[in-house]
């Protein structure tokens, strides 16, 4: 029965195009054409092992003076080959594995995707490298009229009840080696907010996220690109990978808001249909995706079990593109 009524809300979305399915992760082409996560691996080069050409084509929906500018595997707004030691980067494609409503078969999955793709989903990483040692900061970029990019800084909206710094950046200490950039989990929580389609000053979700750690990140072309564009409906996202947890006590409240679907993240996550079942009244052993990590305090780990796990380990890999941030 719930999984009908999931179906039921996943047909209601038919309108947005968004990725929805069944519980089954498998990427296959029908749902590569949704617009959801790629966990990369298939058409990553030519015969002999080059980059493919690809057309970036315009950016649905952006207005800036030149939006045919995208170039490179990863389709990069700017070249970071002035900036060797201060790269700055947009994540452009999230190939999520777990779990499994945030895949590309999800409702989630297909929503985080064409929000990235049409930059009403910016999340940025600027990292100041000396020596091995690298300086992240990382988190919302409101986009500018003339395409750049500038940190949140305590002007996230208030008027739902949210603090105003909710959306402001993080700094994290991590290593370079080589091209390959990675950091140690940050001890804490920061929010990344998904605009909707139609009013970019509306929120569809924010995604309060804890413990958020880059496993590994190999820079190329130049640090402007991680991964490359494979077609004109996804990214390769062998190249990057991250971990980080969402929290009963975070999504219980947050909210979906779109023409199609009205719930909360917590709802999405538990795979409840937010009508007749929700967090906040169904009993947590009815929810057909259990929570399977713990957090406190934004220091998580994976090593508890029934009632003592109160989140979600989120994990994937992810495609990043030189931006310009102000």
Not at 13 to 38: I, R
Not at 129 to 152: E, K, S
Request: net charge negative; with cysteine.
């Amino acid at each position: 029965m719930k999984t009908m009524k999931w179906l039921l809300v996943c047909a209601a979305l038919g309108g947005m195009a968004l990725g929805c399915g069944d519980d089954d992760s498998t990427t296959d082409a029908s749902t590569e054409d949704s617009g959801g996560g790629d966990t990369g691996g298939g058409d990553t080069g030519g015969e002999d092992g080059s980059t493919p050409e690809v057309s970036c084509g315009a950016i649905a929906g952006v207005d800036t003076p030149d939006p045919d500018s995208r170039v490179g595997a990863c389709c990069s707004r700017v070249k970071n080959t002035d900036k060797q030691e201060a790269p700055e980067l947009r994540l452009i494609w999230l190939g999520i594995t777990e779990p499994s409503v945030l895949t590309s078969t999800s409702v989630a999955g297909g929503l985080l995707n064409q929000a990235l793709e049409a930059e009403l989903f910016n999340w940025l990483l600027q990292v100041e490298v000396d020596g091995t040692t690298a300086n992240i900061t990382t988190g919302l970029g409101w986009r500018q009229a003339d395409g750049t990019f500038q940190f949140a800084n305590g002007d996230a909206p208030t008027d739902n009840g949210g603090e105003a710094t909710r959306f402001d950046p993080i700094s994290i200490t991590g290593t370079m080696e080589g091209e390959v950039l990675s950091a140690p989990a940050f001890e804490g929580t920061f929010t990344v907010p998904v605009f909707d389609e139609m009013n970019p000053d509306e929120i569809v979700l924010e995604l309060p996220l804890q413990g958020f750690e880059i496993e590994m990140a190999t820079l190329s072309d130049e640090r402007s690109c991680v991964g490359n564009r494979v077609n004109a409906r996804r990214y390769n996202t062998d190249a990057g990978s991250l971990t980080t947890f969402l929290t009963i006590e975070d999504t219980v409240d947050a909210e979906v808001n779109t023409t199609a679907l009205q719930t909360t993240v917590c709802n999405l996550l538990a795979g409840l249909n937010g009508e007749d079942e929700t967090c906040a009244d169904t009993p947590r052993a009815d929810w057909p995706s259990a929570p399977n990590a713990s957090c406190t305090a934004g220091v998580c780990n994976t090593t508890c079990s029934g009632e003592e796990c109160n989140a979600w380990q989120v994990s994937g890999g992810f495609a990043a593109h030189g931006v310009e941030i102000n």
